[in-house]
């Protein structure tokens, strides 16, 4: 096996909050996102779990894009950056009514690259994985629903959509990820997020993070 790959690193303080790194290289992560809600959250883990340790690079697109949109911004950003200039792409979506651009996002997934491409999907809403920061099981399997179950769950003020994520939410990541990995126990061999809900694939973004973030141990 050949040398493994240094994550492209960019040297830049803006945006960041909390601790500062002003100085230290960051890893570059482009990031399309549905919506508002999406990129304030991975906006405050990037503060609260990781110190800023990221680049996050976020596409511009409206709220409640499509997937299929997503995955021309996301293309469109790659393009800017340059194929050697990012760690990763993802796409942070809902499941929604996106089924029809499951071959797009296949034929995206398989592309060649200098990096990491990937999707976390969730069904039925971002809100069910936040439902697992503040209880053992989320039982939603509509969008309507995973919001008002959030809302009765949520531990400290009040929950908005496109709110600002608090630091709270943020230290309960890991027995959300072990909350997620139990529950898809439940579940038969090879299902996905197009296939049952709740579920989400935040976890494996999570892992991911974890493995490139030089500071999450510190």
Known sequence: MGKKKQAPMRHSSRGKRGKSFDKAPRPVVILAVEGATEREYLKALNQWRYRGAFAFDFCRNRD??????????????????????????????????????????????????????????????????????????????????GVEELLSKWERGAYEKAMEIPQWLIDQTDDACSRVKHRRTSFAKGVTAWDEAPWTDMPELIAWLDQLSPRHSE
């Open 64 to 145: 409640k894009s499509s997937l299929k949109n997503l995955i021309v911004s996301i293309k469109r950003k790659a393009d800017d950056v340059g194929r050697d200039g990012a760690a990763g792409a993802w796409i942070v979506c809902d499941v929604d009514d996106n089924a029809p651009h499951i071959h797009d996002l296949e034929n995206w997934l398989a592309g060649v690259s200098g990096y990491l491409r990937a999707v976390a999907l969730s069904n039925p809403c971002i809100e069910a994985w936040f439902v697992y920061h503040c209880a053992d099981v989320c039982s939603s399997r509509t969008a309507s629903a």
